[in-house]
């Protein structure tokens, strides 16, 4: 789980290479140049939040476009600079192999195609980084985690809010023992699901409902958080199949969470109502985060009662004004020069998908399931 010294570590802006081993001027060279991304999917992410990020980085830029739909391929690579010599579709995607400009593939697709374009961008010889939930399920991210691992490259999984301030600072209080002996952890999560022919909704696209696209943060806000892996858990679900958004997957989804020291989470999606927070009570105090995981707004109270407002600092080796995404994007990039692996690789999200099954096992068969080490 997370480590706070190690994440200071490899989320610094730069640890000086061997410059005897290389040679000052390669060494000059290769921290000066900036590592590719190419953008798999132009849908509402992908397009909409992760390429505006590539003007807050240090150390990664855009460089390719993989996009089913050519004229907007097209607008998108004149906007943001991409030559059209970089544009691919997912036909000839695999030729990106021959593209040195491409460092890294960011897979922004529906949950059932990570899996695929994972593995073909590892054996097109590129790093990945792939959204959350990492597959639709945990034999796809052992079959991602082993196509990387043969081809040499690093696997890193889109959990941003590990390079949030306000989640950070708050491992950081709850770790120095502000609140004292944490005792309980509750995270909800959930918005109202709109059409009902979105992918989201379709059960062949999407794995399941509210607890793969938005409970999975409060799972694993659950495990960074208290700093443990839960050892079993029980869970009930209420889906009104009536409704024709929810005729493939889940409306709302609770689940329990034992871990080792005795501390108890308990955490709920859903797909028909708002909610956004994170809460862990200690036996002196507590920390709230709320809106806790949304793109902005984020924000921390900490102490007895409701707690005092707090300004997180600056993040570690990240100058001021950096955002969890710009934050994400470098920290791969610093890992591919440093040979670092990511403090979130895809065995972090083979480690929830695994979690997330034995969720959806425990509602079925109304039992409380063990969860394996």
């Known amino acids: 789980m997370v480590d706070l010294n190690r994440r200071g570590l490899v989320l610094a802006a730069g640890s000086t290479l061997a410059a005897s081993a290389i040679g000052a001027p390669a060494l000059a060279a290769a921290q000066d140049r900036k590592i590719g991304y190419a953008i798999v999917g132009l849908g509402g992410y992908g397009l909409g939040i992760i390429i505006p990020q590539f003007k807050n980085c240090q150390h990664s830029r855009l460089v390719a476009l993989v996009s089913g739909d050519p004229a907007k391929a097209k607008r998108v690579a004149a906007e943001y600079g991409v030559p059209e010599t970089h544009i691919y579709n997912y036909q000839n995607y695999d030729s990106i192999r ?6 890294v593939v960011y897979v922004c697709l529906p949950v059932s195609m990570h899996a695929e374009y994972t593995i073909r961008a590892a054996r097109a ?20 985690i082993a196509a990387c691992k043969q081809a040499g490259k690093k696997l890193m999984i889109g959990y941003r809010c590990h390079f949030e301030p306000n989640n950070l600072e708050a491992i950081r209080r709850a770790r120095a023992g502000e609140i004292g002996k944490l005792r309980y952890f509750r995270s909800e999560h959930g918005f109202v699901a709109g059409n009902p022919s979105a992918w989201r909704l379709k059960k062949a696209m999407s ?23 839960p050892v079993s858990v029980y869970a009930t679900e209420r889906t009104d199949r009536s409704d024709p958004r929810f005729r493939e997957v889940e409306d709302m989804i609770e689940f329990e969470l034992e871990f080792p020291s005795g501390v108890l989470g308990s955490c709920m999606s859903m797909y028909s109502a708002n909610r956004n927070q994170i809460l862990l009570m200690g036996d002196k105090g507590r920390i709230e985060l709320e809106p806790a995981t949304s793109y902005q707004g984020i924000r921390l109270r900490v102490g007895s ?23 994400q994007l470098d920290h791969l990039a610093q890992c591919i020069r440093q040979n670092r692996e990511p403090i979130v690789p895809g065995e972090e999200g083979l480690r929830d998908i695994r979690i997330i099954e ?16």
């Open 98 to 103: 021959n593209n040195p400009d491409i460092d």
């Open 125 to 144: 010889g590129k790093h990945v980084m792939c959204e959350k939930p990492m597959a639709v399920s945990s034999a796809e991210c052992e079959a991602m």
């Open 207 to 229: 794995g399941g409902g509210s607890l793969m696209d938005i409970g999975i943060y409060a799972l694993n806000a659950s495990r960074y958080m208290t700093g443990e892996e």
């Open 305 to 327: 009662g409701m707690g005092e407002a707090v300004t997180p600092p600056p993040t570690t080796g990240l100058r001021a004004g950096t955002t969890m995404w710009a934050g």
């Open 358 to 373: 034995a969720i959806y096992q425990s509602a079925r068969e109304r039992r409380r399931v063990a969860l394996r080490a």
